[in-house]
């Protein structure tokens, strides 16, 4: 009796801690992720924005309030589901579509005249090549993908939360890339937006005991596109530095 008595209190409080990281994953989540943004970035937006010399282009002033904008964004609506506030959540999700456009457009635009700006100013070891064009442009157009994805299965809560969590974590490449281990940030960041992630599987395996197929699919996509990008950055592929030399021109 006694021992069935521990097995069943034990099950009771699996459950209980089950329970808890469903409700409270996904706001988690989101202060986690700012976390990681403030951190990544707080090593060089003093240096590289806010008393920049040169000072950058009023582009980038743009695109760090956005960006700013959308993880502020994020952990409201979070935090607008976790309080069971959903019909404010929908309300306030065309805004975010609109946040995500602009987000694209000037992501897009900002990456191109950084570049440029970089090439003119910097060194040459510290401005990079122009094939580094890659990583922002393969960044914005994860969060992108991701995010209509997630609009267009809004009526399907359970794959709309998860493609929302991955798109919101494909934009913390910047920070991670900006972590003061500099082999890490350089070579490994892409894994930082991966671990952020793979919480996101380990969730469902604490709740649900199986992992959502919206992970199973997404996750081996992304690294691919990962490894891809890395190598065509690294090896310096002539048929890239031919395209970006393009774009920037």
Not at 79 to 85: D, E, F, P
Not at 116 to 129: H, K, Q, T
Not at 181 to 186: E, P, S, W, Y
Not at 210 to 233: D, E, I, K, S
Request: charged content about 10%; overall charge positive.
């Amino acid at each position: 009796m006694a021992t069935s008595a521990r097995a069943s209190a034990s099950v009771s409080s699996r459950s209980r801690a089950a329970s808890a990281v469903g409700r409270w994953f996904y706001f988690g989540m989101s202060l986690l992720i700012a976390a990681v943004v403030i951190y990544g970035f707080s090593h060089t937006v003093n240096q590289n924005l806010i008393h920049a010399a040169p000072p950058r282009p009023w582009l980038l002033w743009v695109h760090a309030t956005l960006f700013s904008c959308w993880v502020a964004f994020f952990i409201m609506q979070s935090g607008l589901v976790r309080t069971h506030n959903v019909p404010i959540h929908r309300r306030l999700g065309w805004f975010g579509a609109g946040l995500a456009v602009a987000m694209t457009l000037v992501g897009i635009a900002t990456a191109i005249v950084m570049r440029r700006f970089d090439m003119r100013f910097e060194s040459a070891d510290a401005a990079g090549p122009a094939g580094f064009l890659i990583v922002p442009f393969w960044d914005i157009t994860c969060f992108t993908v991701f995010f209509w994805l997630a609009v267009n299965w809004r009526k399907k809560p359970e794959m709309h939360r998860r493609l929302m969590l991955i798109a919101t974590c494909a934009l913390t490449a910047a920070a991670w890339g900006r972590m003061p281990n500099q082999t890490f940030a350089f070579v490994w960041f892409y894994s930082g937006v991966d671990a952020l992630i793979l919480l996101g599987a380990l969730r469902d395996l604490i709740v649900m005991k199986r992992v959502h197929r919206v992970y199973w699919y997404a996750l081996p996509a992304l690294v691919v596109g990962q490894v891809f990008v890395m190598r065509t950055l690294l090896s310096g592929a002539s048929w890239w530095a031919r395209i970006a030399n393009a774009i920037l021109r």
